[in-house]
């Protein structure tokens, strides 16, 4: 069994900034050797998070705006009136999207479907150097 890490920095605009990881989980992969086994993506910090869906403007913009509706960013949130950030929103975003996702490798591959990429979205509402980790482990 082996295991192989690596991080990558992502430079992001916050406020919903969706990036497609995917080749940069391939070449991760690619490096490891790895030929069966799992890949988790992980994004450390509590303003971010990670998931998969179809790259492509018009899903990525649905997904910004539903994100918008479940939490909307002008509304009060406690975390603001205690830290004063005013980024209690991207908090409770990436509470329920989730930092990290597994993704089964099979012969070699990233078991994603056709239309489905590994994306970074960044709930801040800043710009961020946010890192991500790719870990491969199995054989």
């Given at each position: 069994m082996?295991?192989?890490?690596?991080?990558?920095?992502?430079e992001t605009q916050?406020?919903?900034?969706?990036h497609d990881?995917?080749?940069r989980?391939?070449?991760?992969?690619?490096r490891s050797?790895?030929?069966?086994g799992?890949?988790?993506v992980?994004?450390?910090g509590?303003?971010a998070?990670?998931?998969?869906?179809?790259?492509?403007?018009?899903?990525v913009?649905?997904?910004?705006k539903?994100?918008?509706?479940l939490?909307p960013?002008?509304?009060?949130?406690?975390?603001?009136a205690?830290?004063?950030?005013g980024?209690?929103f991207?908090h409770?975003r990436a509470?329920?999207?989730?930092?990290?996702?597994?993704?089964?490798?099979t012969?070699g591959?990233?078991?994603?479907?056709?239309?489905q990429?590994i994306?970074?979205?960044?709930f801040?509402?800043?710009?961020?150097?946010?890192?991500?980790?790719?870990?491969?482990?199995?054989d």
């Amino acid at each position: 069994m082996a295991t192989y890490s690596s991080t990558v920095q992502i430079e992001t605009q916050g406020h919903n900034d969706v990036h497609d990881l995917t080749n940069r989980a391939e070449e991760a992969l690619r490096r490891s050797g790895v030929q069966e086994g799992v890949m988790l993506v992980f994004t450390p910090g509590s303003t971010a998070g990670v998931t998969t869906i179809e790259f492509e403007s018009g899903a990525v913009d649905d997904l910004k705006k539903a994100i918008e509706r479940l939490v909307p960013e002008k509304q009060h949130y406690a975390h603001d009136a205690r830290w004063g950030d005013g980024n209690g929103f991207s908090h409770v975003r990436a509470a329920l999207l989730g930092p990290s996702l597994s993704v089964p490798v099979t012969h070699g591959r990233l078991l994603l479907g056709t239309w489905q990429q590994i994306v970074l979205i960044d709930f801040d509402n800043r710009p961020r150097s946010r890192d991500v980790v790719f870990t491969v482990t199995g054989d």
